[in-house]
């Protein structure tokens, strides 16, 4: 986040109530994710970015609030990505550690406590702004934009490989992978590309070589695994490579590529284009974003954490900086201050770059930051960023066609809350 002129932070610190009275020397934040099971990959590794993001904060005394220091402790919950456990671990959290930011992955964990949680008025930071809806004021998706940001490497593909006409899509029926193959859908809409085949699977589906047959019988130019899992990427792309297979893979994540390499051939995962680079990617080295150092954080987490990186290890630490600089700005730690320090900054420095708020017209609250987003290939054995895609550019082009997909799919915040026979009132539409 732009730190902004000396005059304008107390222009706002004056417009925001001081609430630092009881605040302890210890500030608590809370994690809760899946730390062990088929979905740690999006747990865990961002666990660790935020430990080293934690440290080099209580390096320097800790978090400054209105003219003193204060350490900040992480306290993690491993929810495995289990709806029960995670409304377990919410009540500890809150209840127990009185947690003053939440991180959380989402999804399927989030809707049993999302009502608690709005009721406490806690900031909570998703990695899916599908969660969202007007009727959560204080859940926010401030790093990542999934899935949207995936139209970025339909585009390019488009643009750069015009010849690939004819794609077939699969993904999990949850909450990460219904979204996801909207979107897929909408960015094939706009590209130009046919979707010859679409396979939506149940999360503990395990036939991966029989749903790349049923794909590759459509005669596809690209397999795309949308948002599956990252132990499901691993099965199907070893499938198509068994497959034969040899035309574009497509995916939103490809977490530890390198095994991926070493278990099919480097011939095979050449070009393979995702979604996620590595932070010592020479196209960052002139980013400004939080820590302003990518490749020393993506040293200092191959050091403490080796072959562990994934495409969350920097995005809830990413979180907790632009947190950061709205706590030092309002004063406060409080959830009404410190989410109005958020908006009243106007553009905010994302992690790829200036990014607005966004999403009222998908997920009825501007609580998501759209930005530019990489699309990354693999080019001689490693991840290389290959152009940084405009979301609120495709967007502004394309919004109706996304629209038109997530309807379909019942995605839509008032589909998703009617759904679940939420009954939250209107009441609480406003912070």
Same mark, same amino acid.
């Given at each position: 986040?732009? !730190? ?24 608590? &934040? ?9 979905? $740690? ?14 440290? !080099? ?56 406590? &999302? ?5 406490? *008025?806690?900031?909570?930071a998703t990695l ?14 401030? !790093?990542?934009?999934?899935? #949207?940001?995936?139209?970025?490497g339909i585009d390019?593909?488009?643009?750069? *490989?015009?010849?690939?006409?004819? #794609? ?12 996801? &193959? ?8 706009? =590209? ?24 590759? =019988? ?21 499938? %198509?490579?068994? %497959?034969?297979?040899? +035309? ?12 991926? &390499? ?28 939080f820590f302003n ?13 080796? $072959?562990?990186?994934? %495409? ?21 730690? =409080? ?7 958020? *908006?009243?900054? +106007? ?11 966004? +999403? ?58 009617? *759904? ?12």
């Amino acid at each position: 986040m732009s !730190s902004g002129s000396f005059a304008h932070r107390l222009a706002v610190r004056g417009a925001l109530p001081r609430l630092t009275a009881g605040v302890a020397d210890t500030i608590n &934040i809370g994690f809760l994710a899946p730390l062990s099971g088929p979905v $740690q990959s999006w747990g865990l590794p961002g666990l660790h970015g935020c430990q080293i993001w934690t440290d !080099s904060v209580n390096r320097v005394g800790g978090l400054a609030l209105a003219g003193r220091r204060h350490r900040l402790r992480l306290v993690p919950f491993d929810c495995g990505y289990d709806p029960a456990l995670a409304l377990e671990g919410v009540r500890r959290l809150v209840q127990d550690h009185d947690v003053k930011m939440l991180l959380t992955l989402g999804g399927d964990i989030l809707a049993p406590v &999302i009502d608690f949680l709005t009721d406490r *008025k806690l900031l909570t930071a998703t990695l899916l702004p599908s969660d969202l809806s007007p009727d959560t004021p204080y859940l926010i998706a401030p !790093s990542e934009s999934h899935p #949207i940001y995936n139209v970025t490497g339909i585009d390019w593909l488009a643009r750069t *490989k015009p010849g690939l006409r004819r #794609i077939a899509l699969c993904s999990q029926t949850d909450a990460l992978g219904l979204p996801s &193959i909207a979107t897929y859908r909408a960015a094939c809409g706009a =590209a130009g590309i046919s979707v010859v085949k679409e396979i939506s699977y149940d999360p503990r589906e395990s036939d991966a070589a029989g749903m790349v047959r049923a794909m590759m =019988a459509e005669d596809p130019d690209i397999l795309c695994w949308c948002t599956s899992y990252t132990p499901m990427v691993h099965a199907l792309t070893e499938a %198509a490579h068994a %497959a034969g297979f040899s +035309g574009q893979l497509l995916s939103c994540t490809l977490d530890a590529y390198p095994r991926l &390499i070493a278990r099919t051939s480097p011939g095979f995962m050449e070009g393979f284009v995702f979604q996620f680079p590595d932070f010592d990617d020479p196209a960052l080295a002139e980013k400004a974003f939080f820590f302003n150092r990518p490749k020393d954080f993506f040293i200092e987490y191959e050091r403490r954490f080796p $072959q562990s990186w994934t %495409a969350v290890s920097w995005e809830y630490a990413a979180i907790l900086d632009i947190w950061r600089m709205a706590v030092e700005r309002a004063g406060s730690v =409080a959830s009404v201050s410190v989410l109005a320090a958020m *908006k009243q900054s +106007g553009a905010v420095m994302h992690a790829f770059g200036p990014a607005r708020w966004w +999403g009222a017209e998908i997920f009825g609250i501007d609580n998501a930051l759209v930005g530019d987003w990489p699309v990354v290939q693999i080019r001689d054995r490693r991840a290389r960023i290959v152009e940084f895609g405009s979301i609120p550019a495709w967007l502004n082009r394309h919004g109706g066609l996304l629209k038109e997909q997530m309807v379909e799919l019942g995605q839509m915040w008032d589909q998703r809350q009617a *759904k679940a026979k939420l009954t939250t009132p209107l009441s609480r539409r406003s912070p």
